[in-house]
């Protein structure tokens, strides 16, 4: 199968989240199984496309509201696993960030609208179009009702949802920067009395996914204003587990990690990265350490760790690690909280890549509170290193990590609330007192096969039931 991902972004090139790390990965893991997958972004000033080399294969210019934008498509040299192409458009993408411009809107539909000309321009026909978050939402509307678009009308489109809470919404008086279309399919685009691309592509895709079966099912009953149509689209609906990329996020070859290790030499590997971190941030490699890793907002239950590590390090000999950024509020009360506990607990506001692997690699535990979690990749990266992870039971997070009470790995629990994760942190210091028990439980963590392997098998499936089969009739 030929398929393209349209996403904002991909890992290493530009990432937020973990909708970066999914289509760094699956792509590569489409082309091992014998598909032809690549993916389309966005160009940015990260540092890795200013390395990077590229051949221009496609311009345009593109109107939009009768302004002019020079766009090209650059076919960048790389060695991912995948042809990678981002677009260039003047004045909008030449920018550091992914996210967070007050022209955001007007920059992603014209990343779509560019991205769908080159489709029009390639002389090999797409199978799929596998489409990711809000970001390229227009792209199955654009396709089925703009007529510059008719001749794409047959090729298939894929929806991944990594993420409700976002929905890219903007008022009608905007509507104008999308291509022609007739104005009996306007509803098509609107949600609640707003311009709304997640809601035009659950609508309009052929197909939906979400990035776990159990987040598919809380989307039903909680979507940011999306349930009910989630709710009348269910049919076309579907959960799969993400998968990781488990050659970048392995202990065994890891380049950020000051020691590598496989199951068998776990503990000295371990061992090893929890104190390099530890003497990093100037904490007690003894004692044992919990971490958090994740963007600072309110899905991750971020705005109750000042309450959780102030709680418990008043009760407890324990040492906490945090990596992250996101809500100013939250971030000034986690920078405060350094001095009143120094050498028990730091923190790294910002986003630091190599910190995350060490953290994985020389944390005891991973704190993943998060009152919405798609799927959550972190528990994954964290059982993989084995780390134990220390959950609440929602989406992805319900789906993979068990508590140790019910034969499974983790600590799990069922609120996001203060007194929820300080007793499942309980749990967590009496169980590592268990030596023998608590490194028999890192190895069948590392066991754990969590690779896209499985996945990519599931969305190939999906996608075969998507491309319309030819039907010969016997005479
Ligand atoms: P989300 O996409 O909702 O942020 P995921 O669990 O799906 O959450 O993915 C988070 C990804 O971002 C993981 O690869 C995690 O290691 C990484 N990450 C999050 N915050 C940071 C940070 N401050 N520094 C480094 N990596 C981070």
Known sequence: ?????????????????????????????????????????PYYKT??????NGTIVFCHDL?????????????????LGFPLFVVRITELTDRKNVYGYEDDSLRFVAFQRVALQWVLSLKRKLDIIHCHDHHTGFIPFMMQHCPEFDSLMKVPTLLSIHNAQYQGNFPHDMVGMLPRFRESDLGLLDWYGDIN??????KCAWRVNTVSPSYMMELQE??????????????KCVGILNGIDAETWNPATDNY??????IRTRAKGREANKKAICDEFGLDASKPLFGFIGRLVWEKGADLLPEIIDTVLKQHDINIIL???????????????????KGRYNAHIGYEERMSHQVYAGADFLLMPSRVEPCGLNQLYSLRYGCMPIVRRTGGLKDTVVDIGDGGNGICHDQTSVWDVVYSIERASLFYKDKKAFSANQKQMMEIDH???????????????????????KK
């Open 1 to 41: 199968m030929n398929i393209l991902h349209v996403s904002a972004e991909c890992y290493p090139v530009a990432k937020v989240g973990g909708l970066a790390d999914v289509v760094g990965a699956l792509p590569k893991y489409q082309n091992r199984i014998g598909h032809t997958a690549a993916v389309i972004m």
């Open 47 to 52: 540092s890795w496309v200013e390395h990077a």
């Open 63 to 79: 109107v939009i509201e009768g302004k002019t934008y020079f766009s090209e498509v650059i076919d960048v040299d790389n060695e």
């Open 197 to 202: 691309p997640l809601a035009a592509a659950i």
């Open 222 to 235: 909680k979507a940011n204003g999306l349930e009910g149509l989630l709710r009348e689209e269910k049919l």
């Open 257 to 262: 990690l000051i020691k590598n290790y496989s």
């Open 323 to 341: 990596l992250g950024s996101g809500s100013p509020e939250v971030e000034r009360q986690l920078e405060e909280l350094k001095t009143t506990y």
């Open 451 to 473: 690779s896209w392997e499985n996945a990519a098998g599931t969305y190939a499936s999906l996608y075969e039931e998507m491309i319309p089969k030819k039907v010969t009739i």
